[in-house]
Structures are given as structure tokens and as C-alpha cells.
């Protein structure tokens, strides 16, 4: 089996205002440095609204739905915007991470990497925040653990800012592990080690500024790989934010392309000892184009390396 990737074109018509970091150009050059790629290409539908009902309530869904412009931008909060081409995207994002558990739970590829923009780390339940619409990690954890019946599901979160989203989402679901590295202090301020969920099922892993490629192995090492070990999951989702890189103009960490197929590997590694190898990773952050394209593309390859 291969490596499946998912995207679509409708996460090209997400259009931010000039010079938003988060812009079209991010996925255009993921995409070029994919080509060739010996992968599972599929095409990623829309989200049902009753699959987003798992992590967002309905009010949250007509609010974002409500907030469309016909044409220009509407601005949801301090830094997210909406295009009239945002909706739809944002539904192919979460519809990208429903489909990726369903192909690697149903046998149809080894593991899944979702190539889709808007992010998803930061939305909150009842709040879209951060670039982020709808919660597209907690979606497909919720999805694997609701639908498939899956008992056990861990997220790892490696962007560079912690991934409140998420944490809030998955905060009371006991068959959800949430691990997620970020630097501190940093936008949006959460994600200290006293943050541990509802049932010590969230573990936050505070790194400083300037925090290098041996200090997060380290980390990794110590804190994060046990947990994950000991919790057994069914299926690992990673959220992909290639923004702790030491090219990244939004942050300050130290991070090399090295360090990110590093720790890719040395999760396919983990995941192949305890639930046949079976992850789905989604895009989160990552602002220096060429730095993002690179570190995905390692990331990527990793991915197949792993896949059997």
C-alpha cells in the first residue's frame, strides 16, 4: 500500500489579504514539491455538517457558513479572514482528514498526509481563530473514535504555536491523547504543562525560543514518545505545522528539515509498533515558503518510507 495525499483545488481559492502569511502561495508550493512522488492521489470531498458536528455545535457551523462575503473579505477575527472562496475550502480541509482515516482504517493506504488549507489546530469550539476555521485534527480523531469505534486515538502536534484548538476540543474525550510541542511564550499563550485535560489526557511540551533540533529530540524522547507508547493508540494523527523551523519569519525555534523527517520517522515508528503503522497527518502551519515546502516534502517522504 502507499501513501495516500489528499487535496483539492478548492484550497487554492482560500484567498487572505495581500501579505497574510497564510496565503495561496503556501499550498502551490507544497503541491510543486510533491510532484513525482510515488502517492495514492485522492481528490477530498466536502464535510458533511454532521461530521463536523462532532467537535463544532451547530451555531459555530452557521456562523462560519453566515460569514462568507460575496466578494472582498470578511474578517473574523484580528488575523483569519473569509474569501468567497473560503467556505468551501475550509469543508474540503475537514472533509480531507475524514477521508484520510477512513482510507487508512479501511485498508486503502498505509497512511495519509492531507495537503489542505485552511489549518485547523486553532479552532475552537464555538470560536474560529488563528487562520483556522474548523477543527480538522480533533475531526478526524473524533471520526475514528465515533464512527470506526476506535477505542484509543492520539493527536501529535508539532507546530510551533500550541494548538489550543485542539486541546480544547478534545479536552473531555478520555479516548483521545492530545501531545503537542510548541514555543513559549508565544501567540496564542496556552499549552502550559498544567493544561492536562479532563482525564491527564493532554501532555504540553513548553519549548523557549531559540530551542534547537537536539533539544526537541530530547523532549521528544523523554516526554512525549513514552506517553505515546503507553497509550497504545489505534491510530495517530500528527498536525504538521513546519513553522518551528529556523527559516520561519513567525517564530523562534531552531528547528531543521533534519529535525521534522526526524521526528515523522521516529513516530511511523512507534505507530508501526502499535497500531500497524496507521497515521494521518494534516497541514497546520509553516510560513517560509521554500522552508515549507522542503521540511513537507521530508516529512512526506518519511511517510512512504514507513507505508507498507
Known amino acids: 500500500m502507499k501513501t495516500a495525499l489528499l487535496t483539492h483545488a478548492d484550497c487554492l481559492g482560500h484567498v487572505t489579504p495581500q501579505g497574510h502569511p497564510e496565503q495561496v502561495a503556501r499550498l502551490e508550493h507544497i503541491l510543486h514539491a510533491l510532484e513525482g512522488l510515488d502517492l495514492k492521489r485522492v481528490t477530498a470531498p466536502l464535510a458533511a455538517d454532521d461530521d463536523l458536528l462532532r467537535v463544532h455545535p451547530e451555531n459555530h457551523i452557521r456562523d462560519i457558513r453566515s460569514s462568507r462575503p460575496s466578494d472582498g473579505f470578511a474578517q473574523i477575527d484580528g488575523d483569519t479572514f473569509m474569501s468567497p472562496g473560503s467556505l468551501d475550502a475550509a469543508y474540503r480541509a475537514a472533509g480531507a482528514a475524514v477521508q484520510a482515516v477512513d482510507l487508512v482504517l ?26 483556522c476555521l474548523f477543527g480538522n485534527a480533533a475531526l478526524a480523531a473524533k471520526h475514528a ?45 496556552s499549552g502550559r504543562p498544567d493544561e492536562t485535560g479532563a482525564y491527564d489526557n493532554v ?6 525560543p531559540g530551542t534547537g533540533g537536539a533539544e526537541m529530540r530530547s523532549a521528544y524522547e523523554t516526554q512525549a514518545f513514552p506517553r505515546l507508547r503507553a497509550f497504545r493508540p489505534e491510530l495517530v494523527i500528527i498536525s504538521a505545522g513546519f513553522d518551528a523551523h529556523q527559516d520561519d519569519p513567525l517564530a523562534n525555534l531552531n528547528w ?53
Open 106 to 131: 479501511g485498508g486503502e493506504a498505509s497512511n495519509a498526509f492531507c495537503a489542505i488549507r485552511p489549518p485547523g489546530h486553532h479552532a475552537e469550539a464555538e470560536k474560529a481563530m488563528g487562520f
Open 145 to 189: 473514535l465515533d464512527y470506526h469505534g476506535l477505542k484509543r486515538v492520539a493527536v501529535v502536534d508539532f507546530d510551533v504555536h500550541h494548538g489550543n484548538g485542539t486541546q480544547d476540543l478534545l479536552w473531555d474525550e478520555d479516548r483521545a491523547l492530545v501531545i503537542t510541542s510548541q514555543q513559549m511564550p508565544l501567540w496564542p499563550g
Open 203 to 208: 501532555l504540553n511540551i513548553p519549548l523557549a
Open 256 to 308: 531543521s528539515t533534519g529535525d521534522f523527517a526526524w521526528i515523522t520517522a521516529e513516530l511511523c515508528g512507534i505507530a508501526d509498533e502499535v497500531c500497524q503503522g496507521r497515521i494521518v497527518s494534516t497541514l497546520e502551519g509553516g510560513y517560509d515558503l521554500n522552508a515549507l515546502a522542503e521540511a513537507t516534502r521530508a516529512h512526506v517522504e518519511e511517510l512512504m518510507k514507513a507505508a507498507r
